[in-house]
């Protein structure tokens, strides 16, 4: 049974950093595409950041390239995002995602396995 369960969240000022964690289990990290998405209260899901299995290919979102990095240590089955120069607008529910098949995909319908989040709140 495929397991994400997320940590690092929680409260910084603008400007501030965080780096988020993601823990899998049940599947070999590797094999497994993965991705960081993020919910703000009364908007849609939008993806932040994808790499695929080995962690060589990366991919972001527009509003957070040069301030984001996802990384992954497969070695550990977890899956990263470090946070920097965060902004009130990054705050959110932040979720990661894996899927088998679908790499570097911003679509959240194309990811099978989901963690239950962790809360980023930024404050100006």
């Known amino acids: 049974q495929v397991r994400l369960v997320e940590s690092g969240g929680g409260s910084v000022q603008a400007g501030g950093s965080l780096r988020l964690s993601c823990e899998a289990s049940?599947?070999?990290?590797?094999?497994?595409?993965m991705g960081w998405f993020r919910q703000a209260p009364g908007k849609e899901r939008e993806g932040v950041a994808y790499?695929?299995?080995?962690?060589?290919?990366?991919r972001y979102a527009d509003s957070v390239k040069g301030r984001f990095t996802i990384s992954k240590d497969n070695a550990k089955n977890t899956l990263y995002l470090q946070m920097n120069s965060l902004k009130p607008e990054d705050g959110g529910m932040y979720y990661c995602?894996?899927?088998?098949?679908?790499?570097?995909?911003?679509?959240?319908?194309?990811?099978?396995?989901w963690g239950q989040g962790t809360q980023v709140t930024v404050s100006s």
């Open positions: 049940g599947y070999t990290s590797s094999a497994y595409c």
């Open positions: 790499t695929d299995g080995d962690g060589n290919r990366i």
């Open positions: 995602a894996a899927d088998h098949y679908r790499c570097l995909s911003s679509n959240r319908y194309n990811y099978d396995y």
